[in-house]
């Protein structure tokens, strides 16, 4: 796929930064072993950046960064540890990582994939709450799978 098509692709709400570190992050993931959902809605009525699943059950959550100011100007990302195991900061070489809690896990990443740079400590989360998460993850990838399959078809019933 070339640059010009995978710019293409992207949604409209990312910029064209945090569209190469979300496809780079998630190039990373897959190569872990993990499954991903990205824009997954949770139930706090955020939306998570990235929401990746491990072989062991084990979610994931993680934003991405763009630039520092994306960073100082949302501070959402504090809500989304009570939705996963571990949370993650996604960002380019460039980004001054100073800035970023050292309390989060940290994946510097470039269109063509990334590096764990530092474990995300674990948070388990509650088993009513991963019931919630794993759904919304399962019913996000299902429906997604369908509108590929079948573009015409409705999104959401």
Request: glycine share 8%; proline share 4%; hydrophobic share 40%.
């Amino acid at each position: 796929m070339s640059d010009q098509e995978t710019e293409m692709r992207a949604d409209g709400r990312q910029s064209p930064a945090a569209h190469n570190i979300q496809r780079g992050t998630c190039r990373m993931l897959r190569a872990l072993g993990h499954s991903m959902v990205t824009e997954l809605p949770l139930s706090s009525g955020h939306r998570a950046d990235i929401v990746s699943l491990s072989r062991q059950g084990e979610v994931w959550i993680v934003e991405i960064k763009s630039c520092l100011a994306d960073f100082r100007s949302d501070s959402k990302w504090s809500e989304y540890r009570a939705h996963c195991d571990r949370f993650l900061f996604s960002v380019d070489a460039d980004f001054p990582l100073a800035n970023l809690p050292g309390d989060a896990g940290l994946i510097v990443a470039d269109r063509y994939g990334g590096a764990l740079m530092r474990e995300a400590p674990e948070y388990r989360i509650a088993g009513a709450r991963r019931k919630a998460v794993m759904l919304r993850f399962a019913r996000a990838a299902a429906l997604r799978l369908h509108a590929i399959n079948d573009p015409g078809s409705l999104a959401e019933p």
